[in-house]
């Protein structure tokens, strides 16, 4: 989409040049701004007070050093960030994400994005994300734990109930958020719901493990039903098979469909006979093993190695739940060739920017990460509420609550669509419902 607002123009180009060499986090900023224009061609008070020319500004960035000593009593060096993006409408608030593949650029996006995510959610929470480019693959749980003391030892100085609230992302699970929250504790001497996605046993939530997949499904199933269509015996592809991937399976399946394959980072299963969630959640969960030993007990099932023909498997509806960017232009395509008719984003910013237009331009029904994702922070701001009232409530009680907020973000992100002129845009939708409620905030509170 060619941008023609003269203001957004050089906007963009500023951050560009301001951010080289971190192509996600340009891309991310791209896809918003151009979906803004009409915004921002309404609304000159918003331009007036340099709401979007701060918005694209992280209000901190921190880096440091996470050193830690392997089981070999090897000292090993990683690299930690916290980006603290925008505490407008509440306390930071986003994941951490372990995988060898983080730099700033990851961390940045990530961060920027989760800021409309949260203000989507209607919960009082601020945007921001952390990680390193530790690997926890391979590694034993002592090897784990260090890390994770190690990353919480600087964290810590930055962090806390009321000013930043991290939780889990890729290869950050219920373990390393144990390992981090112990750590906490011993070096602040204080027992506060400082990270979300804790065990039960300490503070968690019920349904946490379960919101951001079951979130997934709920808010498709809004967008599917206000089209006139259902899970209901639909084929569906998902993507990954870490957290996200696993419960937007049950979920999906719950509701009628069946989940035909899902993938890790070396290859993809496809079982025509419906995935068998029991043995999938034993081989990631438990055992920790690669997707691949699922064909070794599933005789009708095949393994292929490689993530991307994932996306030449015949579907109705496809829920990219792995990582930024794997549906490239060409996979979308091939899914609208093979009958595919919905896309809707578990992973954060899962299609490039030739993927999303191919959507657009063939009618797919398009739910945008930062909208269909959203009920993992949803549901971690619903855990901050607990460990503030010191109460749990019941696994129905949240997944009820869950429930009610993935169909308020699916209605605003269709009036937002609708009130300027893009109905059925969802991805313009949610971006410009996001915005406006952070928007609001950043300029009642004046020019900080
Ligand atoms: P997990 O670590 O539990 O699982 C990640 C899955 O994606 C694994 O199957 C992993 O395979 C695969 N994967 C990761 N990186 C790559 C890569 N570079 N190429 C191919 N496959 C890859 O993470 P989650 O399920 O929590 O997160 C999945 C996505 O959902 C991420 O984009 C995350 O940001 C997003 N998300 C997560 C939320 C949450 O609450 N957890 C909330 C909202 C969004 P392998 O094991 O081989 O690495
Ligand atoms: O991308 C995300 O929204 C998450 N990884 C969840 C963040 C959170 O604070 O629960």
Same mark, same amino acid.
């Given at each position: 989409?060619? /941008?023609?607002?003269?203001?957004?123009?050089? /906007?963009?180009?500023?951050?560009?040049?301001?951010?080289?060499?971190?192509?996600?986090?340009? =891309?991310?900023?791209?896809?918003?701004?151009?979906?803004?224009?009409?915004?921002?061609?309404?609304?000159?008070?918003?331009?007036?007070?340099?709401?979007?020319?701060? *918005?694209?500004?992280?209000?901190?960035?921190?880096?440091?050093?996470?050193?830690? @000593?392997?089981?070999?009593?090897?000292? =090993?060096?990683?690299?930690?960030?916290?980006?603290?993006?925008? !505490?407008?409408? %509440?306390?930071?608030?986003?994941? &951490?994400?372990?995988?060898?593949?983080?730099?700033?650029?990851?961390?940045?996006? *990530?961060?920027?994005?989760?800021?409309?995510?949260?203000?989507?959610?209607?919960?009082?929470?601020?945007?921001?994300?952390?990680?390193?480019?530790?690997?926890?693959?391979?590694?034993?749980?002592?090897?784990?734990?260090?890390?994770?003391? $190690?990353?919480?030892?600087?964290?810590?100085?930055?962090?806390?109930?009321?000013?930043?609230?991290?939780?889990?992302?890729?290869?950050?699970?219920?373990?390393?958020?144990?390992?981090?929250?112990?750590?906490?504790?011993?070096?602040?001497?204080?027992?506060?719901?400082? *990270?979300?996605?804790?065990?039960?046993?300490?503070? %968690?939530?019920?349904?946490?493990?379960?919101?951001?997949?079951?979130?997934? #499904?709920?808010?498709?199933?809004?967008?599917?039903?206000?089209?006139?269509? $259902?899970?209901?015996?639909?084929?569906?592809?998902?993507?990954?098979?870490?957290?996200?991937?696993?419960?937007?399976?049950?979920?999906?399946?719950?509701?009628?469909?069946? @989940?035909?394959?899902?993938?890790?980072?070396?290859?993809? &299963?496809?079982?025509?006979?419906?995935?068998?969630?029991?043995?999938?959640?034993?081989?990631?969960?438990?055992?920790?093993?690669?997707?691949?030993?699922?064909? !070794?007990?599933?005789?009708?099932?095949?393994?292929?190695?490689?993530?991307?023909? &994932?996306?030449?498997?015949?579907?109705?509806?496809?829920?990219?739940?792995?990582?930024?960017?794997?549906?490239?232009?060409?996979?979308?395509?091939?899914?609208?060739?093979?009958? #595919?008719?919905?896309? $809707?984003?578990?992973?954060?910013?899962?299609?490039?920017?030739?993927?999303?237009?191919?959507?657009?331009?063939? %009618?797919?029904?398009?739910?945008?990460?930062?909208?269909?994702?959203?009920?993992?922070?949803?549901?971690?701001?619903?855990?901050? !509420?607990?460990?503030?009232?010191?109460?749990?409530?019941?696994?129905?009680?949240?997944?009820?609550?869950?429930?009610?907020?993935?169909? $308020?973000?699916?209605?605003? #992100?269709?009036?937002?669509?609708?009130?300027?002129?893009?109905?059925?845009?969802?991805?313009?939708?949610?971006?410009?419902?996001?915005? /406006?409620? @952070?928007?609001?905030?950043?300029?009642?509170?004046?020019?900080?």
């Amino acid at each position: 989409m060619a /941008l023609k607002n003269k203001y957004l123009i050089d /906007l963009l180009e500023t951050v560009k040049k301001r951010n080289q060499g971190e192509p996600e986090f340009i =891309q991310a900023v791209t896809e918003v701004i151009e979906t803004l224009e009409p915004v921002i061609e309404k609304r000159p008070d918003l331009v007036e007070a340099g709401v979007l020319d701060r *918005l694209v500004e992280p209000e901190r960035q921190i880096v440091f050093r996470v050193p830690w @000593v392997d089981d070999n009593g090897k000292v =090993q060096v990683n690299r930690g960030f916290r980006v603290q993006f925008n !505490s407008a409408i %509440g306390p930071y608030k986003g994941g &951490i994400r372990l995988h060898p593949s983080v730099y700033i650029g990851i961390i940045k996006f *990530l961060g920027f994005e989760q800021v409309f995510k949260n203000s989507l959610t209607t919960l009082p929470m601020g945007g921001g994300k952390g990680g390193s480019d530790f690997d926890p693959k391979g590694k034993s749980d002592g090897e784990v734990m260090r890390f994770c003391q $190690s990353f919480m030892t600087e964290l810590c100085k930055h962090i806390g109930a009321d000013t930043d609230v991290p939780a889990g992302d890729i290869g950050t699970g219920a373990r390393e958020i144990g390992y981090m929250f112990g750590q906490y504790k011993r070096l602040r001497n204080e027992f506060t719901g400082v *990270l979300t996605g804790k065990g039960l046993t300490y503070g %968690g939530s019920l349904a946490r493990t379960e919101a951001t997949g079951y979130g997934l #499904c709920y808010f498709t199933n809004e967008m599917l039903k206000a089209n006139g269509k $259902s899970f209901e015996g639909k084929t569906v592809v998902i993507s990954g098979s870490g957290n996200v991937a696993i419960y937007a399976t049950e979920k999906a399946t719950a509701l009628g469909a069946k @989940v035909v394959a899902l993938s890790d980072s070396n290859g993809y &299963i496809y079982d025509p006979d419906g995935i068998d969630l029991a043995c999938v959640k034993q081989l990631k969960e438990v055992e920790r093993k690669r997707i691949k030993e699922y064909v !070794s007990t599933h005789p009708n099932a095949t393994y292929t190695e490689g993530c991307k023909g &994932i996306w030449t498997i015949k579907c109705d509806i496809a829920l990219p739940c792995a990582t930024q960017n794997e549906i490239d232009g060409e996979s979308a395509a091939i899914l609208v060739k093979n009958g #595919c008719w919905c896309v $809707s984003e578990g992973a954060n910013m899962p299609s490039t920017p030739e993927a999303i237009n191919t959507y657009l331009a063939n %009618g797919i029904l398009y739910g945008p990460a930062k909208a269909a994702n959203a009920g993992g922070v949803a549901t971690s701001g619903l855990e901050m !509420s607990q460990n503030s009232e010191r109460l749990s409530w019941t696994f129905e009680e949240v997944d009820a609550k869950l429930h009610g907020i993935m169909v $308020s973000i699916f209605n605003a #992100c269709d009036s937002a669509a609708k009130e300027y002129g893009m109905e059925g845009n969802y991805m313009a939708g949610a971006n410009i419902a996001g915005f /406006l409620k @952070v928007a609001e905030a950043m300029k009642a509170q004046g020019c900080v």
